[in-house]
């Protein structure tokens, strides 16, 4: 790999802090920003896991690859 390049994660499904991890942020700031926004995944009972595809398609939504006019006026507030 290169150096500055972050490999993409070997596994699908992540905890939140691998999740956070993932997206660049802490974990508070996924928790109040990102959590709400993307579909989580109950592997275990108690626990609530984050596809990889599905956060994929959560940075696309907010890069403009795909619109959602919901989350975009959500996000526009933060620009």
């Known amino acids: 790999m290169m150096r500055g390049m972050i490999a993409a994660p070997t596994r699908r499904i992540l905890n939140m802090k691998e999740a956070a991890s ?3 942020m802490s974990v508070t700031t996924f ?3 990102v959590a709400p926004q993307v579909k989580g995944v109950r592997v275990l009972p108690k626990r609530i896991s984050y596809d990889v595809e ?3 398609s959560f940075i696309d ?3 403009g690859k795909s619109t ?3 989350e975009q006026n959500f996000w526009d507030k933060f620009r």
């Open 31 to 33: 928790r109040e920003q």
């Open 54 to 56: 599905e956060l994929n």
């Open 22 to 24: 993932y997206m660049g």
């Open 68 to 70: 959602d006019s919901h």
């Open 61 to 63: 939504r907010m890069s």
